[in-house]
């Protein structure tokens, strides 16, 4: 589709032409495009004779850019195309139900409503229907009977509701998404000169023929050629995958392509292709980013054949459909990679093979774990209800009542089927929790919202999350702990310090000259102060801001900058070094009337004193400055400057006779050296006032901060101190990069992981740190096994060398007003004020997520466990379930839906942070939740088995128990089934607190959505009861017992209070559930199939196996049972931890009923567990004694415990089966850490402790 509209765009182009509109045709910039180096000059030179007639036939001029005119601007889009990638259209709501309807268990009932509808219409000739027993006979009079088909009808139609419910939850999820997108967007401007003046414009706005300024750090929005450079260098690898990076000039190669970086240096561009055109958009346009979605079917039949592939090898693993499913499941699982449009999606082209995984949604791995295993118990339990129900039935109508099978009678025998039938099913549909992916979507989602207000940009959603759980925070100095308005302070010029700016008078007029002059032109000619925009404020810095400062410098000794810029452009200056973090200098050379060159170059004052030989004394001449007057001036100068907090920066020229010819400009080291000091400034960059209490906060909430930073060492303590990261007395270590890089490698130059331990719990600031010591230190931190936990860690960066510290972090904050593209695109949250405070909100934010979901799961559990018991003995005990199927969808609706939507939106509150992060393998279903779950299921269980065998009493109502197939519904289980849903409304309330809280209601009002769901589903309840009649099984009831009903729901926040008397640590027999996966679990062949994913998506792993272990047949246990004899040999591997059978299964638990762990006693390291196991429990009991001393894991193994397996099990003949690698978790990932990581708690989770 896309290219036929393309092809549109063309022939309207061309006959644009025929007007001789513009030199060059779509097709010629398109061709041109694709050449490289020498290739695409000869054709410039061939096409257009140079640039200078490129640009003239474009219409516009290298100088002054654009008119700027709109009918000029809109010819142009008219002509080339807009720059944009069309977005992929969104998925229909038709197709999102579609994709709703996909739920197994919805399926299931849909065929069992439909069978019902059908049945009922059966009418068996009335003679016969005494010899189908007494079940079916009874009390039926004629418009009852008439009424069999409303049940089938009402299953269907709250199948209808749900899958409404679903999709439109979905649908409006994704337009977020779509809106978060298009802001991500919005935001990214670009600097084009248009009608002489440099102005920033959206990037959708760039067209063909703009004259675009480049600088380091720019992702490049459009293609175009380079009129004029300095020193650029651009990383390609997004498009050629070469990570060397490409030097760029006139004369060689000055071809820039859109989505590539810009490494170093800075130039001119006029832009020759945008949008679907430039490189990028090509690339795109294969990718099928523009298309529709027309080539489903096409998809569907690719599908079709993979199946049958798959069952021919059997490998049932990363199949594709599975994957679609999972997709389709759990929308938040979903990486919102936004594809900013513009720059297209180089973050899919690059795939860095290099770069170590990271982990993806811990929370949705765990969650999705949690939801298959209740699945299963879900599933084990419906299917023995049907059973049960079955048997007895058959057992009383043709063995106790002996009567013969009757052909009329079998439509209603089959009547009978279909009735336990949909029983079970229904079973199934409130015991499996498809709200759990809901919740997690609706608060990521929510959260992420809200977290645009306090200024976080979420460009991951898990970001948001994983934020929740971070124990240590690397963060910038300048900018985000300090206002990033810097401003010269001191001076020492002229061998003078001068404590604040000097009176220009007092300094020597040559020297002032040259000061001047340098400043000028060895700042980026993109850097100038504009005036404020309202009177009376600040002067606008823009650009980088230490030369702001600078700049600033100037204009406080009354010259004014921008008189020098103007005679002498940038075109004039004859090369230019820029800024880069190797060099930590800047230098620019001109060349003078007489052939003699001069060159400028400020920088970092250790760095370049170093290369000073003279220093321009009072009278203005350079005397020699020898190392010995260097120490002298860094113990005098720049110590005391730097210990106030400044950053100090040297000023130094060089001239080159003409005599001695041109220099080797390439050759760095003799061009920058023999250097003549001007003079050094001390900049002030002032703290931010509300840093040092966010840093609080964060050191409360067991967040450690630390300040990696370019500055010098003295600066940086300064500094560390003003924010708090140092308080006076503490024995932390501020080291300088290189000292660092000495302690952590050892003799070979090699880093390592030991070093690394050994320094970074101490360490709180790394000064003159180069990007490299970054990415090294936020690597050692996460890889480190020294504490128990594994560190999560956020990292704040705005450079474009921060990008791979970004990235390898587990949440990479960027920069929003004072990052570069590079960082942005690197990162995971935008801060878009650049303040660290948000930093802290964005920690509260993802720890409010963690809780709302907990919320939820403390409720839904609660329902689940409840409503299952209840239909399963009811069905066992009185041959029918008390709560109707219709009845238990509208239960699951307000359980899984509703609230999800109230709990999962409780803003969050400051007392958040008062408590430690969870870390990675803190289990959803801490004890105290697990306390609350099982005493409010003893209550309501009490409650409702009280009022179903003794209720006709109690209110002196008609016994509604075994009732004939189609009675009429009766008071007895109307009120049964009232208070069962009052009970979980007054539970809802409770669920709000999940720590043992004594006050429910605190800050209830504060949450609107919350207050509407309890209302509103308690009137619709009411209109349900007084109206709904035989759909829902009900009668209207009468006051008084509406009141009973909500004095016994009203009693579970009583009960809850006696709950939260009872101290958890009494409770020992209290397990924790929900634990994710840890990276080592996840078997070899696994990783292997994941290596080609950027990262490990846990949640997708889960559902994958999830829907693998419900359709896997037997040879799997069969397989199973081989396994574990084959590993009963190398289960010593388990060097003195927990031998592997305690590990959690419900048999074990069964048979060691004395099996406790006192909580004094140390935690025992598990490696946490994958559902797999349950399927062989016994083989694994018989296995070894039990093993309740834990030894501390050796770290070098004895002899007795390395026997190498006797039979190793080798992945490959065992493809097809799941089995093998569940026992693969037997080995922590490579052996590499000494203890696979301890899980928090001792007998770890009793998975299936439904």
């Given at each position: ?40 000059i ?37 002509a ?26 919805l ?37 009852e ?22 999709a ?34 959206p ?65 001119k ?53 599975n ?46 774990k ?8 879900g ?42 039938f ?99 032109v ?10 404020p ?58 060349k ?26 009072a ?76 840093i609080?906060?964060?050191q ?10 370019g ?10 101190t ?125 720890r ?23 239909a ?86 008609d ?157 799997r ?47 025992i ?62 080995l ?17 989770s ?5």
């Amino acid at each position: 589709m896309a290219n036929n509209s393309y092809s549109g765009v063309k022939n309207s182009m061309v006959e644009a032409n025929h007007d001789g509109e513009f030199g060059c045709t779509l097709k010629e910039l398109r061709s041109l495009m694709e050449l490289r180096g020498a290739e695409a000059i000869s054709k410039i030179g061939e096409s257009y004779g140079d640039t200078q007639g490129l640009c003239n036939r474009l219409k516009t001029s290298p100088i002054d850019g654009l008119s700027g005119q709109p009918a000029d601007i809109e010819k142009r889009k008219t002509a080339y195309g807009q720059n944009l990638i069309p977005p992929k259209k969104p998925k229909t709501f038709l197709q999102l139900v579609w994709e709703a309807l996909q739920d197994v268990t919805l399926i299931i009932l849909e065929v069992a409503a439909i069978v019902s509808l059908g049945l009922s219409f059966y009418k068996p000739p009335d003679a016969e229907r005494e010899h189908c027993g007494k079940a079916a006979g009874g009390v039926e009079d004629e418009n009852e009977s008439e009424a069999g088909w409303i049940e089938g009808a009402a299953i269907l139609l709250s199948v209808i509701c749900v899958v409404l419910v679903t999709a439109f939850n979905d649908w409006s999820k994704e337009k977020q998404f779509r809106g978060l997108q298009s802001r991500i967007e919005q935001e990214q401007k670009f600097t084009v000169v248009r009608g002489g003046q440099v102005i920033q414009i959206p990037v959708a706005e760039i067209v063909v023929g703009d004259i675009a300024q480049i600088k380091y750090g720019d992702l490049l929005p459009a293609d175009g050629v380079l009129i004029q450079g300095n020193d650029l260098k651009i990383d390609e690898s997004s498009l050629t995958g070469e990570s060397d990076h490409v030097k760029k000039t006139q004369e060689k190669d000055p071809m820039l392509l859109s989505g590539t970086h810009v490494m170093e240096g800075s130039g001119k561009m006029v832009v020759t292709a945008v949008g679907v055109n430039s490189q990028t958009g090509i690339i795109f346009t294969l990718l099928g980013g523009g298309e529709d979605d027309d080539d489903d079917e096409e998809e569907k039949k690719k599908e079709k054949e993979e199946k049958k592939k798959q069952k021919k090898n059997k490998k049932q693993d990363g199949s594709v459909e599975n994957r679609k499913k999972a997709k389709a499941q759990d929308g938040a699982a979903m990486e919102m990679q936004p594809l900013n449009s513009d720059n297209g999606g180089d973050a899919e082209e690059k795939k860095k093979a290099n770069l170590p995984k990271k982990e993806k949604s811990v929370l949705q791995g765990k969650l999705t774990k949690l939801a298959v295993q209740i699945g299963k118990a879900g599933l084990v339990m419906s299917a023995i209800t049907v059973i049960i129900l079955v048997v007895l039935f058959v057992a009383d109508t043709f063995w106790i009542q002996n009567l013969p099978w009757v052909k009329d009678c079998t439509p209603i025998y089959i009547q009978f089927f279909v009735k336990f039938f949909i029983i079970g099913v229904t079973v199934l549909v409130v015991a499996v929790p498809e709200g759990l992916p809901l919740a997690v979507t609706i608060s990521l989602a929510y959260s992420v919202k809200k977290m645009m207000k306090d200024n976080n940009l979420v460009r991951h959603l898990d970001a948001c999350e994983t934020m929740g759980n971070a124990t240590a925070i690397c963060s910038d100095k300048t900018g985000t702990l300090t206002m990033n308005r810097m401003t010269v302070v001191q001076a020492y010029v002229a061998e003078n310090h001068y404590k604040r700016v000097p009176e220009p008078e007092n300094i020597p007029p040559s020297i002032l000259d040259i000061l001047i002059l340098g400043i000028a032109v060895n700042c980026a000619y993109t850097t100038k102060i504009m005036p404020p925009e309202k009177e009376g404020g600040l002067p606008r810095q823009v650009g980088n801001k230490t030369e702001c400062a600078l700049l600033g410098f100037s204009n406080d000794l009354k010259r004014d900058y921008q008189t020098i810029r103007n005679e002498i452009p940038e075109e004039k200056l004859y090369k230019v070094y820029t800024f880069n973090s190797v060099r930590k200098s800047m230098s620019t050379v001109l060349k003078l009337a007489d052939g003699s060159y001069r060159m400028f170059s400020k920088g970092a004052s250790e760095i370049l004193l170093k290369k000073c030989y003279k220093i321009l004394t009072a009278n203005g001449e350079p005397k020699v400055f020898r190392p010995r007057d260097r120490d002298d001036m860094v113990k005098r100068v720049i110590e005391p400057m730097a210990s106030e907090g400044l950053r100090t920066i040297c000023l130094a020229y060089r001239d080159f006779t003409a005599s001695d010819g041109e220099p080797d400009w390439d050759n760095e080291n003799d061009i920058l050296t023999g250097l003549t000091c001007i003079c050094v400034v001390g900049i002030e960059d002032p703290v931010r006032p509300e840093v040092p209490d966010a840093i609080r906060k964060c050191q409360r909430a067991g967040i450690t901060v630390r300040m990696v930073t370019g500055d010098n060492i003295n600066t940086a303590r300064a500094i560390a101190t003003k924010c708090g990261i140092l308080q006076p007395g503490d024995d932390f270590l501020c080291l300088e990069g290189k000292e660092f890089n000495r302690r952590i490698r050892n003799e070979k130059g090699e880093i390592e992981q030991e070093r690394i331990d050994k320094i970074w719990p101490k360490l709180r600031v790394l000064a003159r740190s180069s990007p490299t010591d970054k990415h090294t230190l936020v690597k050692g931190i996460i890889d480190s096994t020294v504490v128990e936990q594994r560190q999560v860690v956020a990292v704040t960066g705005d450079g474009t060398n921060d990008g791979p510290a970004l990235k390898k972090a587990d949440v990479g904050f960027a920069m929003g007003i004072a990052g570069t593209d590079v960082a942005k695109e690197a990162s995971d949250i935008i801060l878009t004020d650049d303040n660290f405070s948000s930093i802290v909100k964005a920690v509260m934010w993802g720890r409010n997520v963690y809780d709302s979901i907990s919320k939820f799961l403390q409720f839904q559990l609660t329902v689940n466990v409840v409503a299952v018991i209840v239909a399963f003995s009811g069905a066992c005990i009185t041959q029918d379930s008390p709560l109707k199927a219709v009845q238990m969808l509208w239960v699951n609706l307000i359980m899984d839906t509703f609230a999800s939507l109230a709990l999962a939106t409780e803003p969050p509150t400051e007392s958040l942070l008062l408590r430690k992060p969870y870390g990675r393998n803190k289990p959803l279903i801490s004890r105290t939740m697990m306390k609350n779950i099982l005493g409010q299921g003893v209550y309501q269980l009490i409650i409702i088995f009280t009022l179903l065998f003794a209720g006709e009493k109690l209110f002196d109502i008609d016994n509604g128990r075994n009732a004939p197939l189609h009675a009429p519904p009766s008071e007895h289980y109307t009120v049964v089934f009232n208070t069962f849903v009052l009970m979980q409304l007054f539970n809802e309330i409770n669920a709000r607190k999940i720590h043992g809280e004594r006050n429910v209601f605190e800050g209830m009002f504060n949450n609107p959505i919350f207050c509407t769901i309890v209302f509103g589903t308690f009137i619709i309840q009411i209109v349900i009861v007084q109206f709904g009649g035989k759909p829902f099984s009900c009668v209207a009831l009468t006051i008084d017992q509406w009141l009973w009903c909500t004095f016994l729901g009203f009693g579970s926040l009583l009960w809850g209070q006696v709950i939260s008397s009872i101290p958890t640590s009494r409770l020992k027999f209290l397990k924790t559930a929900g634990h994710g996966t840890q990276k080592e679990e996840i078997p070899d062949e696994e990783l292997e199939e994941l290596e080609d994913m950027d990262e490990i998506d846990h949640a997708e792993r889960e559902l994958r196996r999830g829907q693998i272990l419900w359709f896997r047949g037997l040879n799997r246990i069969q397989t199973q049972i081989r396994v574990v004899k084959a590993f009963r040999s190398s289960i010593s591997l388990y060097e003195g931890l927990e031998k592997p059978e305690s590990r959690t299964s419900i048999h074990n638990f069964m048979t060691h009923p004395e099996f406790r762990i006192e909580d004094s006693e140390p935690h025992i390291p598990l490696i946490d567990d994958t559902d797999a196991e349950d399927d062989a429990p016994t083989k694994r009991n018989s296995a070894s004694p039990r093993n309740t001393t834990p030894t501390p894991p050796s770290p070098t193994p004895s002899p007795a415990t390395t026997i190498a397996p006797t039979t190793p099990v080798s992945p490959s003949p065992n493809q097809n089966n799941n089995a093998v690698e569940s026992s693969n978790h037997l080995l922590p990932e490579g052996s590499k850490s000494g203890t696979p990581s301890a899980p928090g708690s001792p007998l770890h989770s009793l998975e299936t402790s439904l």
